[in-house]
C-alpha cells in the first residue's frame, strides 16, 4: 500500500529514483508574475508573510521566554524580548533540573537518546537495505508476502502491539535496556526503510547486477561491491528519518525504557511535570529547545533531503 | 543446475544468503505484526487484567467500552480533530502550496520556516503550545494586556473547544509536510497545460479548481492517507498539552488504551480498544486500497 | 568466585560492612518529585546510603498514575527494580499472586513489625495469604482541607471551621477575585476531592456501604445525592483553578490566591518548604471539619523478588533501615506524614500533625479506596470525577447514575 503512496506522490519518486531528484522542485510554473507591486503581489506576499509570522512566533516566544528570569515573565508579556538576558534557565535545564532526587538536568537523557539513536539508525538501516537489497534482487517465494504484511504493518496503531512487544522483550531479555528500545526502533522503521531500499535498488539498472553475477559475485559482495557505493543518496534520506524519527519518540521511550535510560524527550516530559513549587517556564522553554535542537540542526543542515527524508517518514506515519 | 536437480533440500538452500538476510524481516512480520496484531485481538476478549490470562468473557470488554462516556468522548474528539485536522492541512497545504508555486522571490525561506515544525516532536510542539495559550501569560494576557479585558481566548482550559487548542498545535506541526507534497505536486503538472488554459482565456483560480486539482487527484489521495493514519495515532500531542482534561475533554483513543492497559490494570479493555483503533484504520485503509489498486487493475 | 565469598561475608553477619566491597546499588522507584516529598525521599536515601550501600534513585515524576505503569511493567517485563514504592493495598496484589514479590515474613518476624507497626491495619495492608510483602513507610490520610488564613483575612470572613461554613463563605472569596477551591485538573486530584466528601459530608457508613460493601442500591440513594450536591458545590468553587498538579494547587493555598483545597497531608510538606507555620499562616481541618475520622492509606515499599543474592540482602537492608525509628521520624517529619510506629519521639510535630496522632490515638480510622477499590474501578472513578468538574453540563443526578453504575460493576 504504501508502496503505492510512493508511487503516487512525484516528490517521493523523486526521492526513489537514483536521478533527478532535483527534479522536484526545478521550477514554479505558476502564472508569471507582473509588477512587482502589483495588488497581486502584495497579496501574495502578505499572505505567506502572515503565514510565516504564526509559524515562527512558538520558536520566538520559546528563545525569549528561555532568556528572561522568572520575576519578568510574570509581569511581562509573553512577545517583549528580554529587559535583562539570562542564561540561567539554559544551564538549569541542562544540568540541574531536578526529577526527584536526580538533578542532573536534561544532560542525562540528551546522552541516553545519543546512545539509543545511534546504534538504532545504524541498525535499522543495515537491516533494512540488506531486506531492500533482498527483495528487489534476491527474490524467492514467499518473499513479497512478507513484504506485503511489512507494509500493512506500518499502518496498524502502535499501540495494538505495545503489550505483545513487552512480551517479546521479556522472553529475551531485552525488557528496560537500551538495547531493548533499539531493537523496537529497528522494528518500527523495517516498514517504511525496506520500501525505501527496495524501490530504489529495484530502480538501478538490472545489467549491473547481471554483469556481476555472471561474474561469479555472490550476495554479500554485490552488496557490499556494487550497490552499497551506488545507494548513498538513499542513505542520506534514510539517516534523516530515522535520526529526527527516533529523536522525537516518546511512547516508545516512556513504555520500554526505565529511568536510567530514559530518552531526552521523556525527561523533557518528566522535568516540565515535575514541578517543585512553581513552574518555571523560562527552564521549560529552555528545556523544549534543547530537546528540539537536534532535529532542527538536521533539519537546517540537510536542506531539501530533509523534505524528502520526512516525507518518506510521514508514510509511516 | 537442472530442474531435476533440485530436489527438496536444494531448493530451500537456493538463494540461501537472500533467506538469511531476510530473517530480521519475516520474523518482524511474522511475529511482531501477525503475531501482536491476533494476540491483541484474542486477549480482547479476556477479562486480563494487570497480566494477560486467557480467560475468555465473550464480548463484555466491547460492550463496557461502548459504554464508557470517556470512549465516546475519545471517540468523538478523534471525529472532529480528524475531519478538521483534514480539511484545514489539506486547504492550507493547497493554498500555501499555491502561493509558493507563484514564481516568488524566498521560496526557499518560506519553505524553511514552514517546515521547521516538522522537525519538533510532539511533544515539544504540545509544550509550546500549552504555553502560548496559557491564560495567565499567553496570548489572552497580551491581548488583555492591550486593553481589551474581556477578550478570552484559553482553549486548553474550556471544555467546549480544548480540541481546537490541540488542532491549532497539531496544524501548526504538520501543515508545513503537506504544503511540500503538495508543491511538489504541482510542480509535477505540465506547463502546457498553464500556456494552454491562459491561452483559451481561462481564469487562474478556475484553471486550479478545475484543471489542476482534479489532476493532482493522487497526491491528494496519498496525502488524505499519511494525513488520516496519522490521526489515529495522536498521542504525545494530548499528552503534552492538556493530559486529556480539562476533565476527559481532550481525550482520544490512543490515550484510553495507554491509560486502561498501564493505569487501570486492566489490559482486556485495553486491549478491547487498540481492537477499535485497529479497525478504524482499516476501515481507512481498506476502501482506499480497494479504489486505488482496483481501478488501477480495470485499466490493465 | 567474588560472588561467593561476599554470601559469606553477609551470612557472618557482617551485613552492614561499610567497606567498598559491601556497598551494593538498590534502585529505588517512587514517584516522590514535589519540593517537599523530594526532600522527604532524600532522608531515606541518606539513611540507606549510611548502611554503606548505595541508594540509586529511580524518581518517575507525574503521579502515581504515570509511575505506576513504568513500576509494573519493568517488574512483569522481567527488569524489575530494588525496590519500589506503591500505596499499599490494591495495587500489588496481582503482582503479589503471580509470585513477581518477595515476601518478608521472616524478615518481619525476626525484627517484630507486627508489634512495631501501629495501627495494625497498615501491615494487613502489606498482608497476602499469611504472607508479608511490604513496608509501610508512612500513614497518609487523604481527608483535609487545608485553608490559607490571608485569603479569609483579604475576604473580611472567619476562617471556616467547616465544609459548611467554607461553602458559606465562598462568595466573599470571590469577589476579592480569590478562587475559592483550589483543584488540579489531574484525575486523581477530583476523585480523591469527592471521596474526602462522601467520607465527610456522607459520614464513615456511608462511605463503607458505598465502596466496601459496593452496595449500588444505597449509592443510587438521598444520601449520596447529598454527597453529590455537596461535590457540585465544590466543582462551582474550584471553577477558577487552571491548574495541573496537586502542588500548583497546593501554592494557590499558600500564595493566598485560593481559599482552600481539599487534599491529603502530603500537601503539608509544601507548606513546610514554604516557611510556612501551622495555625498562623494556614489552618487545617481533618474530615473537613464535619467527620474527624483519617484514613490510614500510605506509603509502602514492595521489593521485587531478585535473583542476585547481593541485592537481595540489600534489599533487607533497606527495609530495615526504612522502619529504623530515627527514618521514621526524618522522612515523615519533611513528607508531612505520620510515622508507622507509635514508638517514636514527635514533639517536633506540629498543629496540624498533631491533629492528625489525635485522631490516630482515638482510633477513628477506616480503610481508604486504595484497600477498597481495584485501579480499574478507581480509573473509572476517575474519569468521571474528572469530567464532572470540567463539565457544569452533567448534572448531579447523572453523575450519581454513573456512579451507580461504577459501584455496581467494581469487584
Known sequence: ?317 | MTPTDAGRPSRLFRNLNAKIASIPMVLTALVIFVGGTAWTVVYSFTNSKLLPRLSFVGTTQYERLWAAPRWHMAVENLAVYGVLSLVFSLAIGFLLAALMDQKIRFEDTFRTIFLYPFALSFIVTGLVWQWLLNPDFGIQQVVRNLGWESFTFDPLYNADIVIYGILIAGLWQGTGLIMCLMLAGLRGIDVEIWKAARVDGIPTWKTYLFIVIPMMRPVFVTTLVIIASGIVKVYDLVVAQTSGGPGIASEVPAKYVYDYMFLAQNLGQGFAASTMMLLSVVIVIVPWAYLEFGRRRRHG | MRYRLLTAAFAAGVAYSAGPVGATDLEVTHWWTSGGEAAAVAELAKAFDATGNKWIDGAIAGSGGTARPIMISRITGGDPMGATQFNHGRQAEELVAAGLMRDLSDLAAKEKWTEIVRPKSLLDSCTLDGKIYCVPVNIHSWQWLWLSNKAFEDAGVAIPKNWDEFVAAAPALEAKGIVPLAVGGQPWQTSGAFDVLLMSVGGTDTFLKVYKDKDAEFAAGPEIAKVFKAADDARKMAKNTNVQDWNQATNMVITGKAGGQIMGDWAQGEFQVAGKVAGKDYSCLPGLGLNATIATGGDAFYFPLLKDAEKSKAQEVLATTLLDPKTQVAFNLKKGSVPVRGDVDLNTANDCMKKGLDILAEGNIIPWTDQLLTQDTQKQKEDLFSEFFANASLTPEDAQKRFVDIIAAAD
Open chain 1, 1 to 317: 500500500m504504501a508502496e503505492h503512496l510512493l508511487r503516487t506522490a512525484p516528490d517521493l519518486v523523486a526521492m526513489a529514483a537514483p536521478s533527478g531528484s532535483a527534479g522536484a522542485f526545478s521550477g514554479p510554473h505558476g502564472p508569471r508574475p507582473r509588477h512587482a507591486f502589483s495588488r497581486r503581489n502584495i497579496f501574495i506576499y502578505g499572505t505567506l508573510a502572515l503565514v510565516a509570522v504564526y509559524y515562527l512566533l512558538p520558536l520566538y516566544v520559546m528563545v525569549v521566554t528561555s532568556l528572561k528570569g522568572m520575576p519578568e515573565i510574570r509581569l511581562g508579556n509573553i512577545f517583549s524580548p528580554p529587559v535583562e538576558i539570562t542564561f540561567e534557565p539554559w544551564v538549569k535545564a541542562w544540568s540541574q533540573a531536578c526529577t526527584g532526587l536526580n538533578c542532573d538536568g536534561l544532560s542525562r537523557g540528551f546522552w541516553n537518546s545519543v546512545r539509543i539513536t545511534v546504534p538504532s539508525v545504524f541498525l535499522s538501516i543495515a537491516i533494512a537495505s540488506v531486506n531492500g537489497y533482498a527483495l528487489a534482487n534476491w527474490r524467492f517465494k514467499g518473499s513479497e508476502v512478507f513484504f506485503t504484511i511489512l507494509i500493512v504493518g506500518a499502518f496498524i496503531p502502535y499501540q495494538v502491539m505495545l503489550y505483545p512487544i513487552v512480551i517479546v522483550l521479556r522472553e529475551i531479555g531485552l525488557y528496560g535496556s537500551l538495547w531493548g528500545l533499539v531493537l523496537v526502533h529497528c522494528i518500527f522503521g523495517m516498514p517504511i526503510l525496506t520500501l525505501l531500499f527496495r524501490n530504489y535498488f529495484a530502480s538501478l539498472p538490472e545489467e549491473l547486477f547481471k554483469a556481476a553475477r555472471v561474474d561469479g559475485a555472490g550476495f554479500w559482495t554485490i552488496y557490499l561491491r556494487i550497490m552499497l557505493p551506488m545507494a548513498l543518496p538513499i542513505f542520506v534520506v534514510a539517516i534523516i528519518l530515522q535520526v529526527t524519527g527516533i529523536w522525537n519518540d516518546f511512547l516508545f521511550g516512556v513504555v520500554y525504557t526505565k529511568p536510567d535510560t530514559y530518552p531526552m524527550t521523556v525527561q523533557l516530559n518528566n522535568i516540565v511535570n515535575a514541578v517543585q513549587g512553581v513552574k518555571e517556564y523560562n527552564v521549560n522553554m529552555a528545556a523544549t529547545l534543547l530537546t528540539g535542537l537536534v532535529p532542527l540542526v538536521v533539519y537546517f543542515i540537510s536542506g531539501k533531503l530533509f523534505v524528502r527524508g520526512i516525507a518518506a517518514g510521514a508514510v509511516k506515519g
